[in-house]
């Protein structure tokens, strides 16, 4: 026991006659010449220390710097390239012998990067990277120090504090200048296992936005480093440009973040996501160890408004928008990056609104994986009815392909179009289905390469637009030679059920059978609508199996006569005829037909 306080003695006499020669004696800044000389030989450029280099031995390790600059190359609009106020690092030298590290303070204030790109393409880190060699050399040590397990007894940090760091981004070839600010970055009393308090606050500066954000929270490592916590993490930013809705944006995040270093496992629990009138809750777990990160994301939204969130429009003339369209060139879109994930999403959301059409109580679940994006899930209430839908886009080659089905129920139909397209032609409560397929993701070439195939009904509606009893009583009166009708009737046809099928190919919706029921008449038809062109051409057929008498009608002179009747024109302004011509021969053989009956009864069925 002895020996060992006598050698526990010598080892402390040596420290301290090592720091009292080094403090009084040795003159740190003597070596000022040959470290400035040194650096100016590996970078080429000017390397300034200005202030007097100050350190300490005992009984704490520490430096500090000042005065600090490395110049920019020749002809830079900005003279330096890095500029440092001043950096302080403290480490106590005792606790170092068990294994043991406690800093005093680390700090470093006034830090200043200047990065610059020419014109020509130059820019202030060419030069710097090195020989190579020295590369591949450093490489391999760092690979070997990363291979090298030390085992830390303690750590523990009285605070640090970095601030007033800028980093300038000046690109002379778009003439922009982008500025990062890290105002201030600290972090209080900190040790391996406990809990420490940090805050930061941060500055962008961009050609069109600038972006403030501030927050707090409490950092935990556990004592074998395999994990780190940052709890009640609050984040505040404010942002605004002309880009952003209403010049001004304003987002809270508070989040836990939890990091398993040893599984390779990041879960990022949020507790509260606002921005825009926009409230959301979730949980989002990362696996890293993966080739391919593993990504798992569960959101709950409130009520969003999508029109907020778009970017106010830049005003052009309609000729304006169209000679841009025009000579834009048209791409499929890059969906590679789909390959190179791996996404398990969730999402509720209690009500969506885009463009006047409200959704509510949405819920989506959907993976993307290996180049697929599969929508296993999706449902929605809209309109005092559903909706559901599955669907696939599969990007695994050049140019992507799709599939979907989709169906309503009990949806009221006209909101529905009014709100969803500005069309106001039908009425009732639809059911719908459909389902889809086609290749490439270019506009035009959807509307051309979409092959679909559906069914719907609408029951207890009214055709908007059009009035096919008044039309038919005008056409009695035009029978009876009066032409001077006037038709003051609401443009209105109820009817009990319409139903149909259709194909979509080429842009062109076919409806093959399309029947419509009421108390007093019968249509059926056939036509097509051109999606691309946005115009119908419908040929239909009408039968009275009611009366029109105490309707505004009298005798019905066309009763057991089919009545054909026409939709054309735009899908906005559909125009609604008769077939006059085609009215008058089938009323012509009709009459016919009637006076061959009564010959022949008159001639005793000759």
Same mark, same amino acid.
């Given at each position: 026991?002895?020996?060992? $306080? ?58 500090? #710097? *000042?005065?600090?600059? +490395? ?33 005093? @303070? +680390? ?84 040790? #391996? *296992? ?56 304003? /987002?809270?995040?508070? /989040?836990?973040? !939890?990091?398993? +270093? ?13 921005? &825009? ?13 993966? $080739?391919?990160?593993?990504?798992? @994301?569960? &959101? ?44 398990? &999403? ?17 819920? @989506? ?16 209430? #809209? ?46 409560? !639809? ?54 009708? $006037? ?35 019968? +249509? ?14 419908? $040929? ?30 735009? &899908? ?9 011509? !085609? ?24």
């Amino acid at each position: 026991m002895k020996a060992l $306080k006598w050698l526990l003695g010598i080892v402390a006499g040596v420290i301290l006659i090592l720091a009292v020669y080094l403090t009084v004696f040795f003159d740190l800044n003597s070596f000022k010449p040959q470290i400035v000389e040194a650096v100016e030989n590996q970078t080429g450029r000017t390397f300034v220390i200005k202030d007097d280099l100050s350190w300490s031995v005992f009984p704490s390790i520490g430096i500090k #710097l *000042g005065g600090i600059s +490395l110049s920019n190359p020749e002809n830079f609009s900005t003279n330096n390239f890095v500029e440092v106020n001043e950096a302080v690092a403290n480490v106590e030298l005792m606790p170092l012998l068990s294994q043991e590290v406690e800093i005093a @303070m +680390l700090s470093l204030d006034g830090l200043t990067v200047n990065m610059i790109t020419q014109k020509d393409g130059t820019t202030s880190i060419d030069g710097l990277s090195g020989d190579s060699s020295a590369a591949v050399a450093e490489d391999k040590t760092t690979d070997s120090a990363a291979k090298t397990s030390v085992e830390l007894q303690s750590l523990q940090i009285g605070g640090v504090s970095i601030t007033n760091t800028t980093i300038n981004l000046i690109d002379e070839t778009t003439d922009t200048t982008q500025v990062f600010k890290l105002n201030s970055l600290t972090l209080g009393e900190f040790s #391996l *296992g406990n809990d420490a308090d940090f805050a930061y606050d941060f500055l962008a500066q961009l050609p069109d936005m600038t972006v403030n954000s501030n927050g707090e929270g409490k950092l935990n490592v556990s004592k074998d480093l395999a994990k780190l916590v940052i709890n009640g993490f609050t984040i505040n930013t404010d942002v605004s440009g002309k880009g952003i809705p209403n010049n001004q944006l304003s /987002t809270q995040l508070v /989040t836990d973040i !939890a990091v398993a +270093l040893d599984s390779q496992n990041v879960e990022v629990i949020i507790s509260k996501l606002s921005a &825009m009138e926009i409230d959301a809750t979730g949980k989002l777990s990362v696996n890293y160890g993966a $080739k391919i990160p593993k990504i798992n @994301m569960q &959101m709950d939204f409130g009520d969003i408004d999508v029109d907020k969130l778009m970017p106010a429009s830049d005003e052009q003339t309609p000729a304006e928008t169209e000679k841009v369209a025009s000579t834009a060139p048209a791409t499929e879109p890059d969906l590679s990056a789909l390959k190179t994930i791996d996404v398990t &999403m969730g999402v509720t959301i209690k009500s969506i609104k885009v463009a006047n059409l409200l959704t509510q109580n949405w819920k @989506m679940n959907a993976t993307v994986k290996d180049g697929i994006a599969n929508l296993s899930e999706f449902s929605a209430n #809209l309109y005092e009815g559903s909706i559901q839908a599955t669907a696939k886009l599969d990007a695994r080659q050049k140019v992507a392909s799709y599939h979907f089905e989709e169906s309503l129920t009990g949806v009221q139909f006209r909101p529905l179009l009014k709100d969803a397209a500005d069309v106001d032609l039908i009425s009732g409560a !639809a059911n719908f289905k459909v389902k889809g397929s086609g290749k490439s993701l270019i506009p035009d070439n959807i509307k051309k390469n979409l092959l679909a195939k559906g069914d719907f009904e609408i029951a207890d509606g009214s055709l908007y637009g059009v009035n096919i009893p008044q039309m038919i009583r005008s056409a009695q009166d035009k029978l009876k030679g009066d032409l001077s009708a $006037k038709n003051t009737e609401e443009l209105k046809t109820d009817f009990t059920s319409l139903t149909g099928s259709f194909d979509l190919n080429s842009a062109v919706l076919t409806n093959p059978d399309l029947a419509m029921s009421s108390p007093l008449i019968r +249509l059926s038809g056939n036509g097509n609508a051109n999606i691309d062109s946005q115009t119908v051409d419908y $040929k239909l057929t009408t039968s009275l199996v009611g009366s029109l008498a105490g309707q505004g009608g009298e005798k019905d002179a066309l009763a057991g006569v089919d009545i054909p009747l026409t939709i054309t024109g735009s &899908m906005q302004d559909p125009k609604f005829g008769i077939d006059t011509s !085609a009215l008058f021969d089938a009323k012509i053989k009709g009459e016919t037909d009637k006076l061959k009956d009564s010959l022949f009864k008159k001639l005793g069925g000759f």
